[in-house]
């Protein structure tokens, strides 16, 4: 791979090689889960390849999901035997070849409430689950389901409510940060040679005199300029606004999308006694219990949502049907006082028919089955599917733009290649001892980063020989170094304060006040690495503070409506007109 920086001025040098260099095989429009990967296939097969996003990289749906790396079980019980086996053999490659730094095991309890009849009809549908996961593996594979009497269901997690089960299949599944996920594959996009530029909106289709898309107009957002980007083909993979950007390109055809809303409360680990995960069946959704590093994490909700696209936020109605359905199992109850935060994401679920049709379908009733058109001449859609099957969606998006005949001579290889910080992690958790002593760090600290970073994590060593205060905690923080700030902005992509608490890091929502108590050293640093100057740290400290009590507004509101409402107090983004804000001057790199 070459250079897998992600910074400020690869950003810009991306800008500039897309819009005056020669024209793209392939332009990627939407840096979610889906268009990461489609930019990553593309790059691995040798084509020229850009992605742009509107926001941060994983902006959108992309890190606001429940975090898993999952066949679905729900799926099986409609007898979508595909989707699932294909899903499980996502979850084996990610878990034990292409981001085993990133995703991991963990044990769930599928809930026994029946003594005689639901334990067979239990255990006939995860054996399957485990059966389809082992089917075809060429890589190892995680244990087997187990039964538990209500002794071991107490045994394995003791803070359950007596009498809420008789017993449970204890099954495995994998957990996923999300957001790191999606800039890994960016990141890993760029080593093989795509050109990345996060916070840059296409604002129109380019179109030829025969009607075809052979490009976009993008706006710049951090500068206020204008681009013509020329592609080939231009793939759409925007989520829940895939209509809207259907609708660039002037065309009645394409695929419809409806957005669900789905939310979930994070509260601390100490707060649940118990080990392993549960999954528990509502009247709505499933609500999964989530062991997730110093928390739990509890969600979610599938909502229809009509509302802004860019900003969902939970309701207090949505807070209370998760803590409500959480304590139906839990010995000692949760309130609104243990949740120390929330985040809220859009489902976006393909319907049946086109753009313009009038079919209306119950959301949580909509396959979760991907499907990849060509919504105008040169313009590919992909939509549907989940985030556990990124790479697959990503093979077809990239099949279908080359045609069947060239897809064929130049077949996708994402399946075995693997993403930054994957090489050589095996071997450096094994020596986290070492790794840490010379900063002071202990076998807990290094597992944590190398769980986020990595064989990555010579990245953060490097910025710490460097300046050795690097190696604190955040005062306000401590789950977090002051490295990893820095690292967000040098290596990473982050340009505002809200990447860094949103995507880069966690805490908007696994630290108590959305992380405001370590506002000001964040701040600081990124101040200094981003060479802001005071009026524009200022800027950035009071859009995050806004934004905050925005959702916090929002937290004690009963309908989206009103939450809605209540989140527009806080745009998606600073005004930075009439701001001195210095952009390095692009000047490309011998290895970009």
Known sequence: MRNTVLDSRSRQEALKEMTDGPELDILVVGGGITGAGIALDAATRGLRVGIVEAQDWAGGTSRWSSKLVHGGLRYLQALDFKLVAEALGERERLLYTLAPHLVKPVPFLYPITHKFWERPYVTAGVGLYDTLAHLGSKVASMPFHRHLGERGVARAFPGIRPGSMVGAVKYWDGKVDDARLVLTLVRTAAGYGA????????????????????????????????HTIRAKKVIAATGVWTEETQDLAETDGGLKVLASKGIHIVVPRERIAGDVGLILQTEKSVLFVIPWEHHWIIGTTDTPYEQDLAAPVATGADIDYVIEHANVVLADPLTREDVIGTYAGLRPLLQPGVKDGSEETASTKVSREHTVTEAAPGLITIAGGKLTTYRVMAEDAVDFALGKDTAAEVPSATDRTLLHGADGYVALTRQAERLGAPHGWDKRRVTGLLNRYGSGIAELQELVEQDPSLARPLEGAPQYLRAEIVQAARNEGALHLEDVFETRTRMSYDQPRHGLDALEEVADLLSRELDWDDTRRDQEKEAYRRRCAAEDAAAETYDDAEAAAARAAAPATIDLSGTDHPVPEPTLREDA
Request: aromatic content about 4%; glycine content about 6%; charged content about 30%.
């Open 195 to 226: 050109l990345a530029a996060s916070r840059t909106r296409v604002t129109d289709f380019v179109k030829n005199d025969d009607g075809v898309v052979t490009g976009a107009n993008v706006v710049d957002l951090e500068t206020d300029t204008q």
